[in-house]
């Protein structure tokens, strides 16, 4: 079985900076895209930053400048760098991945980080 497990949510005051991690496990043969969603009281999710394996990377507009995502390939981990953050950054935040392990090619979800940004 292939897991994805998020940590490193929590509350912070406006301005302030959060690291997330997602580290995938299982019977992992490869892993391609990683992905940060979140997903806000009353609103759609929504795509925060997208990663290859090959190293690109792009950003949601609101938070260009702000967020960076990054991986660690040899440990099968993805990260959100949050800085500058503001109450509007509010959500759940999710890991996606699409890993091929023995059962082919999945696309695995996270099970969610809180961020709060609040004073």
């Known amino acids: 079985q292939v897991q994805l497990v998020e940590s490193g949510g929590g509350l912070v005051q406006p301005g302030g900076s959060l690291r997330l991690s997602c580290a995938a496990s299982g019977r992992i043969f490869s892993v391609h895209d990683m992905d940060w969603y979140r997903q806000a009281p009353g609103k759609q999710r929504e795509l925060v930053a997208h990663s290859t394996s090959g190293g690109s990377t792009n950003y949601a507009d609101s938070v260009k400048g702000r967020f960076t995502i990054s991986r660690d390939n040899a440990k099968n981990t993805v990260y959100l760098q949050m800085n500058s953050l503001k109450p509007e950054d509010t959500a759940v935040y999710s890991c996606?991945?699409?890993?091929?392990?023995?059962?082919?090619?999945?696309?695995?979800w996270g099970q969610g980080t809180q961020v709060t940004v609040s004073s």
């Open positions: 996606n991945a699409v890993i091929r392990s023995r059962s082919g090619y999945g696309k695995y």
